[in-house]
């Protein structure tokens, strides 16, 4: 069965510093793996995937992910945060065969001036 | 180009009341779904449309919830008569499916309280 954890509820980061949120994934086949973020009172918005190719995945607003097939994991970076970047984060993954998307419970991401 | 528009944007009804739903998606998108989503929750699938036809309703309460897509455009989902535990948000979302990956586009939701 497909899943996906998001291990960490809430991350802090200071501004400026480099943010991880961290994503793994269970598929039987080939997954494909997606970031979205949601502000308070905003629908999700689409960040970034990883269908094949290169393992990193670069996107919007400066985020980049890091496909990592032998530890099934797809954690989303960023090289340095803003306090903009504060909001609620969502892993998801599907298999190449299924279109039904799994999503994880999300992270809260909190950048602090 | 126009996102995925919802309405309305806010509802309070009293349960046991109906209350509908309404999603017009990014022109061109032939496939739509209805999510629900509790707070501090990732989404739910409720129904997935391909054109007019509903390929993934397993998770759907049938009896009290419906949704159509007469026109394979938009779309309106309906619960009917409503309970205390529906109070979440309803995320109608849309994408283009191809032979690559269907990103999914997000509205901005409808937020139902009932009281």
């Known amino acids: 069965a497909q899943s996906v954890a998001q291990p960490e509820d809430q991350v802090n980061v200071a501004e400026g510093n480099p943010l991880t949120v961290k994503c793994t994934y269970s598929?039987?086949?080939?997954?494909?793996l997606f970031w979205y973020v949601q502000y308070p009172n905003r629908g999700l918005q689409f960040l970034l995937k990883?269908?094949?190719?290169d393992n990193l995945v670069k996107g919007s607003y400066g985020f980049e992910a890091e496909f990592n097939k032998s530890q099934t994991s797809f954690h989303l970076k960023k090289p340095s945060a803003l306090v903009s970047d504060s909001a609620l984060y969502f892993c998801?993954?599907?298999?190449?065969?299924?279109?039904?998307?799994?999503w994880g419970a999300g992270t809260k991401l909190i950048i602090k001036p | 180009e126009a996102g995925v528009v919802q309405s309305p944007r806010y509802k309070i009804i009293e349960k046991k009341q109906p209350v509908a739903f309404w999603c017009n998606p990014i022109?061109?998108?032939?496939?739509l779904y209805w999510y629900l989503q509790n707070l501090g929750q990732g989404p739910e699938l409720l129904i997935r449309?391909?054109?007019?036809?509903?390929?993934?309703d397993s998770q759907l309460p049938k009896d009290r919830f419906s949704a159509e897509r007469l026109k394979g455009v938009d779309s309106t989902l309906k619960i009917q008569p409503a309970e205390l535990g529906d109070s979440a948000v309803y995320l109608c979302?849309?994408?283009?499916?191809?032979?690559?990956?269907?990103?999914?586009?997000f509205g901005p939701g409808t937020r139902l309280t009932v009281l």
């Open positions: 979302a849309s994408s283009l499916r191809t032979s690559g990956s269907d990103e999914q586009f």
């Open positions: 022109s061109g998108h032939n496939t």
């Open positions: 449309y391909e054109n007019e036809e509903a390929v993934d």
């Open positions: 598929v039987s086949g080939n997954p494909y």
């Open positions: 990883y269908i094949t190719g």
């Open positions: 998801a993954v599907r298999e190449d065969s299924n279109y039904q998307l799994i």
